[in-house]
């Protein structure tokens, strides 16, 4: 029989001549040349499986025009692709939202699809936000031929741009919530009407005036059923389609058989309708999923948070004059002035101006942070009360900002390892219970029960998994969200579940334990001139430095010195006050004052010796300063029962100097990478389970050989992409915050699973009794779902935000005090 539907799009094939292609050995027709035309590549690549999977049509592909092409192939072009692309190992990472998605035999065909063109080395879709990831070898193919290859099958790719997505996310807020309230007014009306027939409230009630009730019952049901179960009918389909059976199902068989059973009755006559049951259910799962989707939408998973924190534009300073420039046009050396109150579009260095910068977005610290030349500052945060000069260090999709937001997307794609198991058993549970409901039904029937498809419906309504599949994901957005919010990033999806049972912390010591950079610790006169004057003398010198050293001299007053040399290697010399000035190493300075310097306390740290002439006026001792919390840090994770280790390859000397400062007993120094690795294989062979902390690309081969590997802000690019969670705000006690909401993540998913499976083996038996009806199945189940969100959602409770107003009421206590 001829086909009057495109086998494609399902648009009417009315064409003259018919356009027709011959497909698994029948002429299939098609409404025009591009659907024949994506037929035909879909057919070429052997990827005619999506024809059997799909269950909605695909959309009707359109042509590209010469402006469209053009505007491809501008993409191709480095700077088009500063605010989207990012170099990674195998290539390139785009980061682009696909228009055409109907149902997942299309994500199926994209990557399939993709996977068979040169230079793509991954490709995945989110079909959740319609966000893929790309990464491509540019050496084989350009981006634009890969957009061209994507519009070959009939879908559409742009560069993803958070505000797009933020209002795409806000529709589907905006359609789940008005699905609600036509399921909850159909639910309040229907239940008006069963509740008095029920309970019989009203007697003596004519037969005529019942068949009001119900005709006004199914006017009711109706647009419930048509709209507000829409989704579950949709997904179902789908999961029978793809043979992957999820909770949807019973759901919909549910939801369908009690409507068509009640409309049939309705219609013909008969004793019992289920609309109150329909409508109820619907309604309090909707309800569950509603409140999932806010948790969701909250965590900042889907680039609504942090997105929406990436400016657009960005203030470019042209000689004297400014002018307004697209953010992603910015490039590497270029000036940008950052106005009170906008937002920074930029990593970069301070030139001119100081300022407080709120960082909460990136870092957590809910206290803003006073910056001022020199500092960096980056994308995302917010300046407070004056104008800025900044140097462009990194911009676009290089930037920290942009980083964060690649991670999330990242760990919103992958599942733990427990989230898998309970997708695996939820869908064991619903091909079972599907058996067990039928094997019910059958058996009431032939005992000739009246109520036997009432029972049925229980058993399918009350056992429904949601409670199960449910009881993991909403935990770990929660558990996410409030690890972010406190400065601790998950980079892998089963860290939270690898966290919560660590018992051993491995410690790097530079960088991660310590600032990583050198500080004046210690100062000794031995002249007339006060500390503070040879402060500001030996910073008059260092100023003209770039060495490291240098840096501990900043934020001193630098005294007024003149002609002013470099020694490489040994010090710094000037005049001041027409007398010879110098400061630097011992050996330096003796050789230029002529005699030994005074008696002095032996130091740990580097010395620095300060001389005006002949004279001997100061010795500085400079040392890299163990971080404030560190100490407490440690105290904390012990207090948990949690073992500390500190693994250096510095001197075993001030390595056991700085264990001991922090509390940590077990101290090894002088190891080299390899060393490093063989302690912790030794300490997991021993049954530990270890976290590394480390922030040096020496730190890579032992972070690797850890259960959990964390690397802090200030670390190494690569050791940031290779570890499992990053301190964004390279505050220790974060360690310790993350400790604590994992294994809180661990325990309430237990909670969940024992709840939602301890709820189905008391459930079934009691629905398959009779005991209980359709309406109230549907209430238990909604309710068990409701339980285990409500009780996910706990974990993000007390967030950072509490945290930071306590904070900042300390802060002005202490000042009030003072």
């Not at 879908?155 to 806000?170: C, F, I, S, V």
């Not at 419930?224 to 989704?231: D, M």
């Not at 019910?440 to 309504?461: E, Q, R, T, Y």
């Amino acid at each position: 029989m001829t086909q009057t539907a495109c086998f494609h799009c399902g648009d009417p094939a009315t064409g003259d001549p018919p356009i027709t292609l011959e497909v698994d050995g029948t002429a299939r027709r098609f409404c025009c040349q591009g659907c024949k035309a994506v037929c035909e590549t879909i057919r070429g690549q052997g990827l005619t499986g999506f024809y059997r999977h799909r269950t909605e049509p695909a959309v009707t592909p359109k042509s590209l025009t010469a402006a469209e092409r053009e505007r491809m192939l501008e993409l191709d072009h480095a700077l088009a692709q500063k605010a989207f692309v990012a170099p990674v190992r195998a290539g390139l990472e785009a980061r682009l939202l696909i228009g055409g998605i109907t149902c997942a035999a299309c994500i199926w065909l994209l990557e399939h699809h993709l996977a068979a063109q040169p230079g793509v080395v991954a490709f995945s879709v989110n079909h959740s936000t319609q966000r893929a990831r790309l990464v491509w070898s540019p050496e084989q193919a350009n981006l634009s031929e890969l957009l061209m290859a994507i519009h070959e099958v009939g879908y559409t790719a742009r560069p993803y741009q958070p505000g797009q997505a933020e209002q795409h996310l806000q529709a589907e807020r905006r359609s789940a919530l008005i699905r609600l309230c036509v399921a909850g007014l159909g639910a309040m009306q229907s239940m008006m009407l069963a509740v008095p027939l029920y309970f019989q409230f009203i007697d003596n009630l004519s037969t005529d005036f019942i068949e009001i009730f119900r005709w006004f019952s199914l006017l009711t049901a109706t647009p419930v059923v048509l709209y507000s179960a829409r989704p579950f009918f949709n997904n179902a389909a789908r999961d029978i389609a793809t043979r992957h059976l999820t909770m949807d199902v019973p759901v919909a068989l549910a939801i369908g058989l009690a409507y068509i059973a009640s409309a049939w009755v309705t219609f013909t006559g008969g004793d019992d309708v289920y609309f109150e049951s329909v409508c109820m259910f619907t309604f309090f799962l909707s309800l569950g999923r509603y409140i999932e989707m806010q948790a969701r939408y909250r965590a900042g998973l889907t680039g609504g948070a942090l997105g929406g924190a990436e400016p657009t534009i960005a203030t470019l300073i042209e000689g004297t004059t400014t002018r307004i420039v697209a953010a992603h046009e910015i490039t590497v050396g270029q000036q940008v002035r950052i106005k009170p109150g906008a937002t920074v579009p930029i990593d970069g260095v301070i030139l001119n101006g100081r300022s407080t910068l709120d960082e909460a977005a990136l870092t957590g610290e809910y206290l803003p942070a006073t910056r001022g030349p020199g500092d960096r500052v980056h994308a995302g945060s917010i300046n407070g009360e004056h104008p800025l000069t900044v140097e462009v260090v990194r911009a676009g999709a290089q930037t920290r900002l942009a980083t964060i937001l690649r991670i999330l997307d990242r760990v919103q794609a992958e599942k733990a390892p427990v989230a898998r198991m309970a997708d695996r058993v939820a869908g064991v549970l619903v091909s079972r219970l599907l058996v067990v409901a039928s094997l019910v039904w059958l058996g009431w029937w032939l005992a000739g029960a009246d109520n036997a498809f009432d029972i049925l419906l229980s058993v399918l309504v009350v056992t429904c998994p949601c409670a199960l599949s449910l009881a993991t994901p909403t935990a770990v957005t929660s558990a996410t969200m409030r690890l972010r919010n406190l400065g601790f990033l998950p980079t892998r999806g089963d860290t939270l579940e690898a966290l919560s049972t660590i018992d051993t912390v491995v410690f790097d010591k530079t960088g991660t334990l310590t600032r990583g950079e050198l500080t004046l610790v210690d100062i000794e006169c031995f002249s007339d001139q006060s500390a503070d004057q040879c402060r500001a003398l030996a910073a008059g010198l260092e100023q003209f430095s770039e060495h490291p050293i240098a840096r501990a001299f900043q934020t001193c007053t630098a005294a007024p010195v003149s002609g002013v040399n470099n020694h490489l290697g040994q010090g710094l010399s000037g005049l001041w006050n027409g007398e010879a000035l110098l400061v630097g190493h011992r050996t330096f300075a003796e050789s230029r004052v002529g005699r030994p310097p005074p008696h002095h306390n032996p130091a740990g740290g580097i010395e620095l010796w300060l001389a005006a002439g002949s004279r001997w006026l100061a010795r500085f001792v400079l040392d890299d300063s163990v971080r404030e919390d560190a100490r407490a840090m440690v105290a904390a994770l012990r207090d948990r029962g949690i073992r500390t280790l500190l693994l250096s390859g510095d001197h075993s000397v001030h390595v056991r100097q700085v264990a001991s400062q922090v509390g940590i007993d077990e101290a090894i120094g002088e190891a080299t990478p390899e060393q490093k690795l063989d302690v912790l294989k030794r300490l997991t062979a021993d049954g530990a389970r270890v976290m590394m902390v480390g922030d040096g690309l020496n730190d890579l081969p032992s972070m690797a050989g850890a259960g959990v590997s964390v690397a802090m802000e200030s670390a190494a690019d690569l050791t940031r992409l290779r570890a499992d969670a990053v301190l964004l705000n390279g505050q220790l006690r974060s360690l310790v915050n993350a400790v604590d909401v994992s294994q809180s993540t661990r325990r309430i998913i237990r909670q969940n699973i024992t709840w939602a499976i301890g709820y189905n083996v008391c459930a079934l038996p009691l629905a398959a009794a009779g005991w209980v009806p359709p309406w109230l199945a549907a209430i238990g189940m909604s309710l068990s779902s409701l339980l285990v969100v409500l009780n996910a959602l706990r974990l993000s409770r007390a967030g950072p935000a509490a945290a930071g107003k306590r904070q900042r009421k300390t802060v002005m206590d202490a000042g009030i005090s003072r």
